[in-house]
């Protein structure tokens, strides 16, 4: 009996680090892939360049989960924990290297809520520049977690890596570890640019070229807009965006340049008196009189109607009766 509880304890408690692994209670949150995705895609990239795949760690997973929730909390990506600690004095905090010596790195997104196709825009845009893909290909980490939050509006993605760093007298005599300077840097968008937002046009218009690794979310977020409005007044979808895109963001008040004029000097010729002055001609109005229409009628208006009235009785009784006539 003591050895059936014994078995089924073990089955529980390895059910629970699978759960815990997955991530199943709270994996998804308003993204439209899992943690499984994200280090799937990780471990495509890796295989590219010809690196192993990283493993699943379920201390990077919650630590990794853990920063995303924090994120959503303050509604904000950010590299920096709740104290202002950074992902090296996580890793140390959460024991994962037994006191050995570690590497560890995080790359960060945040989405807005609603928009498909996020895994790619991660992997190959938002990350897509040397620091963050150089962290998703050095080959020094071995371990990955990932996190997943939202606070309603914006999805929240923490990628977490990290690696034990093998001693001298550790490392095989016949086994190389390739150092991060040999990996290659990515070959398309190896360049991201600034988020800065761009000065209005003479007519107050504003536009926005779409640089490396820029989403219309972020875009949105540098000029304070909504990202749908964005959409809507351009006639784009949200997530099908390009590389030196014109995107309109608003028209602005053009800035009014103010000229002081510079002080004159007060002529010195005579100027003349008003009253010296030949005035204009003055025109004279013309009246226009309107002859009044008479309101009553007169007594040979009254004849005259008469007249025509009697004329017109007498020729419908003279129709009738030729009518009459020619039916006998």
């Not at 994200?38 to 590219?48: E, G, H, K, L, Q």
């Not at 795949?53 to 379920?58: A, E, H, T």
């Not at 050095?138 to 990290?162: F, H, Q, R, W």
Request: hydrophobic content about 40%; glycine content about 8%.
């Amino acid at each position: 009996m003591i050895h059936f509880f014994h078995k089924l304890s073990c089955v529980i408690l390895q059910i629970l680090v699978i759960l815990s692994i997955t991530g199943f209670t709270n994996q998804k949150q308003d993204a439209d892939f899992t943690a499984f995705d994200m280090i799937s895609a990780v471990n495509n990239i890796r295989a590219i360049k010809g690196l192993p795949p990283v493993q699943i760690n379920s201390i990077i997973m919650a630590i990794a989960q853990d920063h995303s929730d924090y994120q959503a909390s303050i509604s904000r990506s950010s590299h920096a924990g709740r104290s202002g600690e950074i992902v090296i004095a996580r890793v140390e905090a959460s024991g994962y290297s037994g006191g050995r010596k570690f590497v560890a790195g995080e790359n960060v997104a945040g989405l807005d809520v609603g928009i498909t196709g996020m895994l790619p825009i991660i992997v190959n845009e938002i990350w897509s520049d040397p620091v963050h893909y150089g962290a998703m290909v050095n080959p020094k980490y071995t371990d990955a977690g990932v996190g997943i939050a939202s606070d309603g509006k914006t999805v929240y993605v923490t990628l977490n890596l990290a690696g034990i760093v093998e001693e001298d007298g550790d490392k095989p005599a016949d086994t190389a570890s390739p150092e991060l300077e040999d990996v290659e840097e990515p070959g398309i968008n190896p360049n991201i640019l600034p988020l800065f937002t761009t000065t209005p046009k003479p007519d107050g218009a504003v536009y926005h070229t779409v640089g490396f690794g820029q989403t219309l979310g972020t875009i949105a977020r540098m000029y304070g807009v909504d990202m749908y409005d964005l959409a809507n007044i351009n006639s784009i979808e949200p997530d099908k965006i390009f590389v030196g895109q014109n995107i309109f963001i608003r028209y602005e008040t053009p800035l009014t340049n103010t000229v002081t004029p510079e002080p004159t000097a007060i002529s010195s010729a005579t100027i003349t008196p008003l009253s010296s002055l030949t005035p204009f001609p003055v025109l004279a109005s013309t009246v226009i009189e309107f002859t009044p229409i008479p309101d009553v009628i007169t007594d040979t208006d009254l004849r005259k109607i008469g007249v025509v009235v009697i004329f017109m009785v007498c020729s419908i009784f003279f129709v009738i009766f030729l009518y009459v006539r020619k039916l006998h």
